[in-house]
């Protein structure tokens, strides 16, 4: 029952920039019927790192995300290089986005965020042992950064006020594990 039901006949190539790729796919599907599947890939990774201080303080970024239309309150995260390590990433991530140094990362997840339409992996980190320097942002970035105790982050997530998937995870995730005593 886990093997490929879908017959790939052709790919075309449909649209490219320097992160993404989309390509149309004719397909037979499961019910061996012909159709199309078009899928969006990403070529780098969704790195995603929950900050967390001795009194289970977090810091989260809130930006307008394009995409949605929305202003989002999330935990920090960009991309990553297939060829760099992806804990490199989430330092790097964790420094622009909110000036913060941990000297210690401990990888909590990996999840594919849209695996019907696209291939991106998300790689969560909890990050600890935490300094404090400037934070260097990009400059398409235009960031608010909120400090916030895990459980009121919860609550967030419980009331609908954080909606970005690897926040959402990467908090419920965190939450559970400090319960279990295993953070």
Same mark, same amino acid.
């Not at 989309?22 to 199309?36: E, F, I, R, W, Y």
């Not at 760099?84 to 990888?107: C, D, H, Q, W």
């Given at each position: 029952?886990?093997? !490929?039901?879908? %017959?790939?006949?052709?790919?075309?190539?449909?649209?490219?920039?320097?992160?993404?790729?989309?390509?149309?796919?004719?397909?037979?599907?499961?019910? !061996?019927?012909?159709?199309?599947?078009?899928?969006?890939?990403?070529?780098?990774?969704?790195?995603?790192?929950?900050?967390?201080?001795?009194?289970?303080?977090?810091?989260?970024?809130?930006?307008?995300?394009?995409?949605?239309?929305?202003?989002?309150?999330? %935990?920090?995260?960009?991309?990553?290089?297939?060829?760099?390590?992806?804990?490199?990433?989430?330092?790097?991530?964790? +420094?622009?986005?909110?000036?913060?140094?941990?000297? !210690?990362?401990?990888?909590?997840?990996?999840?594919?965020?849209?695996?019907?339409?696209?291939?991106?992996?998300?790689?969560?980190?909890?990050?600890?042992?935490?300094?404090?320097?400037?934070?260097?942002?990009?400059?398409?970035?235009?960031?608010?950064?909120?400090?916030?105790?895990?459980?009121?982050?919860?609550?967030?997530?419980?009331?609908?006020?954080?909606?970005?998937?690897?926040?959402?995870?990467?908090?419920?995730?965190?939450?559970?594990?400090?319960? +279990?005593?295993?953070?």
């Amino acid at each position: 029952m886990e093997e !490929n039901p879908w %017959i790939t006949n052709s790919s075309e190539k449909v649209y490219e920039s320097p992160w993404i790729k989309v390509t149309k796919h004719d397909v037979l599907n499961p019910a !061996n019927k012909p159709g199309t599947y078009s899928v969006v890939h990403f070529k780098g990774l969704a790195i995603g790192v929950l900050a967390l201080d001795n009194e289970l303080n977090t810091w989260l970024v809130g930006q307008w995300r394009y995409p949605v239309n929305e202003y989002s309150w999330e %935990i920090p995260e960009g991309g990553g290089a297939h060829d760099v390590e992806p804990v490199e990433s989430a330092k790097r991530e964790l +420094k622009e986005e909110t000036g913060i140094v941990a000297k !210690n990362y401990k990888e909590i997840m990996r999840m594919h965020l849209s695996n019907s339409a696209t291939d991106e992996l998300a790689i969560v980190f909890v990050a600890t042992g935490l300094t404090f320097e400037e934070s260097e942002p990009e400059e398409s970035e235009v960031l608010q950064l909120k400090k916030i105790h895990i459980d009121e982050a919860y609550n967030w997530v419980m009331e609908g006020k954080i909606m970005d998937a690897i926040t959402v995870a990467a908090i419920l995730k965190t939450k559970i594990l400090l319960e +279990k005593g295993l953070l």
